[in-house]
């Protein structure tokens, strides 16, 4: 029972961090319909420029906002110069596909040259630690998981609350005929980017700390999850990649305890595989955006 | 040596996605896969190399039996990771679900201990050629690889070109149009994957052997990526261009960078480089020169100066090129006839019933019946008890306001779209359960509502893969070779020039098919169903965006169909057309039919009047 219940807790924790860095996924693809591999090596990135900023003594959270800040723009960089001009010479989906794994085992190796393939560590592991009912979670821990709470309500505000909510999704579902709205899609891309990107900075410092040690293929092995968290959850829902999120972390970490810590990233393919073959929509969307992203 | 086994699986792969369009991520996993079957099943018991690692097999089967079953072992995987493509996903998806196999394939393998040993890998696999040493050994094994490269690629030939490879490459450019001329797309695309997974094992399983070391470190996902490259580079869909793409991609750049000089501050950065240089490469390419430094050619293919085929490019792109009044050499060995020869065409044969004349079927000889077709999507009934049938002969009409239902009682009788209830009655038989691609080997064959043309093919090549049950497609034409279908081919060849004519098409006959302007299309659409000898064809709007020349010569042509027996179901908003053309009118409004008739008395009909003609 006490290893259930420490599985479980240690799964809240890494669904937490799942979760951050699913939803930035999932509001990506989902608006943008670029399935963008490239997003592991992103957060491998921001692990790094992470770590460099602690290296300046400054505080950990204040490192995960500025980090966050800076793979926005990076991410809203990439989107510019390489994935919109593909799209515009009408390049297929394996094309821009194949372009986002290139770029991304490109942005994997430049990393490699410049800070070497060795282990880095946050060192934030230590720390006090708080229990309630039989779970212990670290404070940051529990920082990250407030974080990932509020950034997800916030979210789905945005998407589903407010004006440009109502453009991203318009932008998404048809981006021709949002401009002939007045829509001008070009900032609405720009803005989905921005947003995700600073989703993905933050899930991979929060990632970072809450590892005990990274090195180069940090962001790009915990893409698995991720997406399998936002597919779970559904494509472009908020919501759905928090839960999906904490579904894929908690029976990852109950494999581990239980059978083999080899077979923890086995539960999240077999969740993926599965509700890609059985309900490619996801668990929570009703919406017939989804329906059309599966079928076509 | 690694020139070689990049070879076999750079080949397996463009037929997988060069030629047949399946993107397979996870096509290194298939490689792993043959590697270990050949490791496991040659490696003798555990006692030989120690406690480190240890066999639940040790087998030590003969090599060449180990090398067959590499090739079997991948070959069935390539089909088991294909049917996760059979549900039809859009194709990020399925790119999704093989990234992700593929990587999951590695952690499986890296945790199993008991017959691949983890991570650690497998050691002192045997060498085919164990018996000779030192360079020796080295020099024959790259003889014998070489040996195996020319056998697999006269073997591949047999698959890409031809018809077969021509058939694959209309399923790559358009699944659906394929479906619609009668091809099985599920056979042909596990064949691929089952034929790619073989190659892919035969390389993994030569190069086991040839290194002596197996790991899942040697097959990580962006090993697919090298290979993709050595496509995108070399030419996607040409088995020549590949072999310049592996000679460049794996070989010069993975290969090579290890002979650069290592920086000693930083060891591993040489090899690094070598993946950004690929990553690079493979981007830049996707960006200037989509269809690699060699394209794909298609036979008699006529040089376009005026666009740049993009392989990569979606589909269709909608017809912009100029028309080029310069001759075709090709197009002219048809000889030159007056009249469109229709005597020849072989409709007449497969239609008519001996001994009956045309336009004179029995009284409820009807060719298609349909009843009370209901079909619904979420809560709207698109079409709501939809009955009528088609007279053996006749070109009947099937009107009505945007919105009735027709085109998806076309997509109903086709069985593109699945009935919620109802029936289809085709020649007699029920086929409201057949698959597409059946209905239209029986001759009940559609046309699309927009153009589905398969685009890097040439105009006469769209016509003659849309033949079904053609020799040259069979699995026979790969097992013997040209002879088997070189006469029925040019048989065709000649049906196919017939029709060109009769459409005064000729002209394009070797242009792509992608650079043929919209009404063009429309043209070849109605050729390729003609190609299949249809009993029954669909018309979907085909007059629509027709100048009048062209939908008058296609009126001709569906008159002169109807004299040669053939039946014609025509959905179109072009009530001219209609009623010159049409024997019986069919008027549906909100999915169900609302009168039918002449043209004639539809339009004295009050009821019709105000659902449709007036508005």
Redesign the interface.
Known sequence: MKLLIEAIGFGIATGAVIALGAVGFSVQFGIS?V?N?TYGSMMTLAAFVGYAFLQLNLNVWLVMAVTSVIVAVASVVFNRL?LE??KR???????V???T???G??LQ??I??FV??TAHSFGQQSGRTVSALDFVFTTSQLIIIGTTVVLMVGLHVLLTGTKIGRAMRATSTNRTVARACGIRTERIIDFTWLLSGALCGAAGVALAITTVSFDFTLGSSFL?YM??AA?LGGIGQPYGAMVGGLVVGIASQIAGAYW?P??Q??IA?VI??IM??VR?RGLFSTGTANRR???? | MYLGTDLLATWGLNLEFGVAGVANFAYIALVAAGAYTYAVLTLGSSSANGAFQSYILGSRLPIVVALLAAMAVAGLLGCLIGATGLKRLRQDYQAMIMLVVSIMATTVIGADQAIVNGQAGLSLIPNPLASLNGSARAWTYVGLVAGVCVVAYLFLRRFTRGPLGRSLRAMRDDEDAAVAIGKNVVAMRLMVQGVGGAYAGLSGALLAGFIGGWSPSSWQYVETLALLTAIIVGGIGNDGGVFLGTVIVPVLILQGVQFLPQIASQPGLVEDLGWIILGVLTIAFIFVRSQGIVPERRPGQRRSGTTAPLALAAGSSGGTVAARADTGAGAEEHAPSDAPRLAAWSVAARTREPGRPPGDAAPGDDVLAVSDLVRTFGGVRAVDGASFSVRRGSITGLIGPNGAGKSTVLGIVSGFVPASSGSVRFDGENVTEVAAFRRARRGLVRTFQLPHEFGRLTTIENLLAAVPGQRGESAMSVVLGTRYWRSEERRLTERAGQLLEMFAMSEKAHDLARELSGGQKRMLEVMRALMVEPKLLLLDEPMAGLSPMLSERLEHVCSQMRSAGMSILFVEHELGAVERLCDHVVVMAQGSVLSQGTMADLRSNKEVQDAYIVG
Not at chain 1, 89 to 95: A, E, Y
Not at chain 1, 293 to 296: C, P, S
């Open positions: 319909n399935l591999i390489l001009p593909l010479r009408g390049t297929s989906f394996v094309g596909i194949i372009a794994v290139s770029a085992i490109v190796y430049v490699v040259a070497g393939a698995i997406i399998a597919v083999s080899a077979y990233d086995v393919f993926l595989i890609l073959l490619p992203l599966a079928n076509a």
